[in-house]
C-alpha cells in the first residue's frame, strides 16, 4: 500500500485493513500549502467574523510506521515544525491490527487508533485547543468551541475494511483496492462547528485506488478518498520501495476559509523491509518469455498433413502453463498428451511449435536439486511433481529465467514456492 500524509500506510489520509510487512518500516515527509482570503473566528452564537488578513503558509509533518508480524502497524507522527507563538510541534501515535488480511484478492479487516497532542500556544491563554484534522494548531479549534459540542480531536478509533481484486485478464498487470470505514475522533469532531466543516459524514470515511505494476517492481498508485470531512485526490510512484507523490486536499471546496479551501501538496517515503534488508518492493509484472526464431531455410516447403480434425477418444485436462494461463489436452488411453487442433502428441511438436512458458526442466540447477534463493531465502526441493490450478497461484519472481509461482492466498514471506517443471507439472520448493 502507499504512505498517508502523516499515519503511517494507507492511502492520502484514511487507513487501510492491510499492514505492513514484518519488520519493515517507512519513513515519511509531506507538506502542502494552506491559504485563505481573509482569517474568521467563531462569535458567541456560533457564526464567523473576520479576524485577520490573507493566511496563507506552507506545513509540514513526518512520521515513522512499523510493521510487525504481517498484522500489526504502530508508529509515531510529528505534525507542524513551528514554535510555540504559532502552537508548537504536535506529537502522536498510531496502530492498526489487521484481524482479516485480504492477501491476493477477497476481504480484509482491520481496527486501528491515532493519538495525537493538543497544540500550545505558550503564555497566549489560548484554552484548551484541540488538533484538527489538517494537522497544525488552530486556536479557533477548542473543546468548548461554540456549537461544537465538546471537541474532542485527540484520541481517534476506528474500523476499516478493505476490499482487494486483481485487474482483467490480458491487460497491464494492475489490482484494484476499495476501503470503507468509521471512526471518531478527527473522523467524526467538528461536525456541528460551521467555520470548521462544510460536508460531514458523522465519522463514515472510504476511498479507492487503482495500483498499476510497471514492471522491475515499480507501481504507480492512483487514489481518491473522503475522509469524514475533505475529498481527496493524489498520485504516488513506488521506485521500488522509494516513494514519491503529489496529492490535493478539499477538492469541493471554493476558499472561503483555510479549512474550505484546496490544499496541494507533495510526499516522499522510503519503504525498508528490515526482515530481508533491502527496500521494500512492489508487486512484479509477469516477465515476457523471450522467443527467438531461427533464421529462415533458403526454400519454402509446405508440408500437407492429411488427418482427421475430429476431435480424438481421450480425457480431457487442462494444463497450467509457465505463462500463468491454462490449455485444454486430452490424454489417450496409450498415455500420449495430445495438443490441438490439430490433436498431435505434444513430444512430437516440430521445433517451431512449442508450448508457451519457461520450464525448469533440462536446466542445470533443477536437474542438481539446487536449493533456489528468494528474497533472501532459501528453498528447496519437496515431494513429487504435481497438477495446479492456474487460477490458484500468482507469478512472484523469477529464478534462472525460469518463473516463480506463490498461492493467491498465500502471506509473505511465502513459506512454498512452485516451479514450472514441464507443461502442467510443477515442483514445490518449500522454505528452509
Known amino acids: 500500500m502507499p504512505s498517508t500524509l502523516r499515519y503511517g500506510s494507507g492511502l492520502i489520509d484514511i487507513p487501510v485493513a492491510l499492514a ?61 515544525y513551528a514554535d510555540r507563538e504559532r502552537g508548537g510541534r504536535i506529537y502522536g501515535a498510531f496502530g492498526r491490527l489487521a484481524l482479516l488480511r485480504p492477501a491476493a484478492r477477497g476481504l480484509g479487516l482491520a481496527t486501528g487508533f491515532r493519538y495525537v497532542t493538543s497544540p500550545s500556544f ?30 474532542s480531536g485527540n484520541f481517534s478509533p476506528y474500523l476499516v475494511g478493505t476490499l482487494v481484486f486483481p485487474g482483467f485478464a490480458g491487460s497491464a498487470p494492475y489490482d484494484v483496492t476499495l476501503h470503507a470505514g468509521w471512526g471518531g475522533g478527527l473522523f467524526r469532531a467538528g461536525r456541528d462547528l460551521e467555520f470548521y466543516r462544510e460536508t460531514s459524514s458523522g465519522g463514515v470515511f472510504a476511498g479507492a485506488a487503482v495500483h498499476f505494476g510497471l514492471g ?50 507533495v510526499l516522499g517515503s522510503v519503504a525498508f523491509c528490515g526482515g530481508i534488508r533491502v527496500l521494500c518492493r512492489g508487486r512484479r509484472a509477469p516477465a515476457p518469455d523471450t522467443v527467438t526464431l531461427p ?3 533458403p526454400d519454402t516447403v509446405i508440408v500437407i498433413r492429411s488427418a482427421d480434425s475430429a476431435v480424438p477418444e481421450g480425457t480431457p485436462v487442462t494444463l497450467c502453463l509457465a505463462t500463468g494461463e491454462s490449455i485444454d489436452v486430452r490424454v489417450t488411453e496409450a498415455g500420449d498428451t495430445l495438443a490441438g487442433p490439430p490433436w498431435v502428441p505434444i513430444r512430437e511438436l516440430p521445433p517451431g511449435l512449442v508450448v508457451a512458458g519457461s520450464y525448469a526442466e533440462g536446466r542445470d540447477w533443477f536437474d542438481a536439486g539446487e536449493p533456489i534463493r528468494f528474497d533472501d531465502r532459501e528453498y528447496v526441493g519437496e515431494g513429487d511433481l504435481q497438477g495446479l490450478d492456474c487460477d490458484e497461484i500468482v ?28 507443461p502442467g507439472y510443477w515442483q514445490a520448493y518449500r522454505r528452509r
Open 122 to 151: 505558550g503564555d497566549t491563554g489560548s484554552g484548551d485547543v484541540q488538533p484538527n484534522r489538517l494537522g497544525y494548531p488552530d486556536w479557533r479549534v477548542t473543546r468548548g468551541a461554540p456549537d461544537a459540542g465538546d471537541f
Open 216 to 265: 522491475d517492481r515499480r507501481l504507480v498508485n492512483l487514489m481518491a478518498e473522503f475522509n469524514g470531512f475533505d475529498a481527496n485526490a493524489g498520485v504516488q510512484i513506488d521506485l521500488g520501495g522509494i516513494r514519491v507523490g503529489a496529492f490535493a486536499l478539499g477538492l469541493q471546496y471554493d476558499g472561503e476559509t483555510t479549512f474550505r479551501s484546496r490544499k496541494f501538496g
Open 20 to 80: 505492513l510487512p514484518h519488520l519493515a518500516f517507512a519513513i515519511t515527509y509531506s507538506g502542502f500549502g494552506a491559504s485563505a482570503a481573509e482569517t474568521v473566528a467563531p462569535d458567541t452564537p456560533g457564526e464567523t467574523i473576520p479576524t485577520g488578513g490573507r493566511f496563507e503558509r506552507w506545513f509540514s509533518d513526518g512520521s515513522l510506521a512499523l510493521g510487525l508480524f504481517n498484522r500489526v502497524e504502530v508508529g509515531a507522527t510529528l505534525q507542524h
Open 295 to 297: 533464421a529462415p531455410p
Open 395 to 422: 507469478e512472484v519472481g523469477d529464478h534462472g529465467r525460469v518463473p516463480l509461482f506463490a498461492g493467491r492466498s498465500a502471506e509473505v514471506p511465502f513459506a512454498v514456492l512452485y516451479v514450472p517443471v514441464t
